[in-house]
Every structure is written in C-alpha cells, then in structure tokens.
C-alpha cells in the first residue's frame, strides 16, 4: 500500500491524479471495472467521533489498466475544510471485495489571494 501527501489550496476546485499500486509497489491496480473512492477524515480511527469530511466515488477511467484515477474537487469540497492536516485513503471496490490502495496526508493550504 503506497503513502502519499494530498496537497490542495482552500476554495480551490481541481484534479487530483493517483496511480494506485499494489503492495509490491510496482504493480498498477487493474481499475477496469471497478469503483474508487476517495475519503477523508479529521484522523483515524473510523468513528462516528471521526466522520468522513469529504469523499469523492469515480467509476471513469482515463487509463483503468495502469492504475491512474482522477477525482475532481469542487471548491466548495475545499472551501468546507479548515487549513490543516487531514488523512485520506483510496479504496478500490468491487463487486465481491474492498482493497485500500493508498493512505496518506491530506493537506489543506489557506488560500492566497
């Protein structure tokens, strides 16, 4: 399972691009199929104490067979986090089974104007 920092401006809508790899991490996910979804929360563990803040589901893929999944982010998606460190993961689904692919840092920045 690959680590990897999420780095985003507050309000700022856009792309977020990751290769998802399996754990020999050189492998790409085979995303043919399948749903991913994006989530993010204040801090682990799982709890209703820790809801999910924001999460994105992508079921379109530019190039399922090497792993590369786009989730867009609305501003409002941004605009509704408070400058700070968040953790996120991916998770691949489908219909018999739920993989994390990667978990890491999601990193709001204030926004400059």
């Known amino acids: 399972m690959a680590n990897t920092t999420i780095k985003v401006y507050?309000?700022?809508?856009?792309?977020?691009?990751?290769?998802?790899?399996q754990p020999d991490g050189v492998t790409p996910y085979d995303l043919t199929g399948k749903t991913t979804?994006?989530?993010?929360?204040?801090d682990v563990p799982k709890s209703s104490l820790n809801?999910?803040?924001?999460?994105?589901?992508?079921?379109?893929?530019?190039?399922?067979t090497l792993g590369e999944v786009t989730f867009t982010l609305a501003a409002i998606d941004t605009?509704?986090?408070?400058v700070d460190q968040y953790i996120y993961d991916v998770q691949i689904q489908d219909i018999s089974t739920t993989t994390t692919a990667v978990?890491?840092?999601f990193k709001v920045y204030p926004e400059v104007n």
């Not at 979804?37 to 204040?42: A, G, K, P, T, Y």
């Not at 809801?51 to 399922?64: A, D, E, G, S, Y």
């Not at 605009?79 to 408070?82: D, E, K, Q």
């Open 10 to 21: 507050q309000g700022n809508a856009g792309p977020v691009t990751l290769i998802l790899l």
């Open 37 to 42: 979804v994006l989530s993010v929360r204040r």
């Open 51 to 64: 809801p999910i803040l924001l999460q994105k589901t992508q079921t379109v893929f530019t190039n399922p």
């Open 79 to 82: 605009s509704n986090l408070n």
């Open 103 to 105: 978990v890491g840092i």
